[in-house]
């Protein structure tokens, strides 16, 4: 029969070693990309997000791939891939191509000035 320290030594271990797991995805670097939502691909889970810019020139394209660990919500309400759209404007949190978070903004931000009285 084990002794109460000899268990409480192998849960600290296991909690370490539970921890020392999670502490390695948090060191995998994320990269943030923002625009609208160009193409959806159902059949691999990809969205295709450009960036907006008057100048073709400088329109980005970012492919980020949905799976089941992402976050994807839609005016801060969570959300699947299929609730997504093209045009949608999104926010995107990203590691090696896949998504950690993705933001979709449909509602347009309040303004801070009233609209003006007639």
């Known amino acids: 029969m084990f002794?109460?320290?000899?268990?409480?030594?192998v849960l600290v271990v296991a909690?370490?070693?539970?921890?020392?797991?999670?502490?390695?995805a948090v060191d995998a670097k994320v990269a943030t990309f923002a625009g609208v939502i160009d193409h959806l691909d159902g059949d691999n889970s990809r969205v295709v997000v450009k960036?907006?810019?008057?100048?073709?020139a400088k329109v980005k394209t970012a492919v980020i791939t949905i799976d089941k660990t992402?976050?994807?919500t839609i005016d801060k309400v969570a959300a699947t891939y299929d609730d997504l759209l093209v045009g949608d404007q999104v926010s995107a949190r990203y590691s090696q191509g896949v998504a950690v978070t993705l933001a979709v903004t449909r509602?347009?931000?309040?303004?801070?000035t009233p609209p003006a009285k007639p």
Do not use: E, H, N, Y
Request: aromatic share 0%; no cysteine.
């Open 51 to 56: 960036t907006v810019s008057s100048d073709p």
């Open 3 to 9: 002794s109460l320290p000899r268990i409480a030594v």
């Open 107 to 112: 509602t347009p931000a309040k303004s801070a």
């Open 70 to 72: 992402s976050m994807i």
């Open 15 to 24: 909690l370490i070693t539970g921890l020392g797991g999670q502490l390695l």
